[in-house]
């Protein structure tokens, strides 16, 4: 991240959670990450994305939840999934992007590692 998006300011420690939005026999190692970018978010989007192609994640499932009402992604395993999840106090709402992360605040793999990370000004 820090060669391709900005200085890493602050980094959680590691958690490890269950599968969330589907079912895997595999947890899942999160983190968050603050950055200071000179990047848009949609470079840091586009950048993000390379990352993951570069550590094997293949192309994003668009595939819709089996839920009903639910306009949610199927989720699956993959080898990594970076989200933006706030950028300043921008609010963005595009098919490809929505800051803040819609659904962060129901993840505590989320926002458990934001808080340690968070420092107000």
Known sequence: MQERVGLVV?????????????ESCHN?????????????????????????????????????????????????DR???IDI??????MVDEPDLKIPHPLMHKRDFVMKPLREIYQPN
Not at 10 to 22: A, D, H, K
Not at 51 to 60: A, T, V, W
Not at 85 to 90: K, N, R, S, T, V
């Open 10 to 22: 602050r980094q959680s420690s590691l958690m490890e959670s269950e599968p969330w939005g589907f």
């Open 28 to 76: 899942f190692l999160n983190a968050v990450i603050l950055c200071q970018t000179t990047k848009t978010p949609h470079e840091v989007l586009t950048l993000t994305q390379q990352i993951e192609r570069d550590l094997g994640r293949e192309k994003k499932s668009n595939r819709q939840s089996v839920s009903q009402n639910s306009s949610a992604r199927q989720y699956a």
């Open 85 to 90: 999840l706030l950028y300043d106090d921008l």
């Open 79 to 81: 080898p990594i999934d």
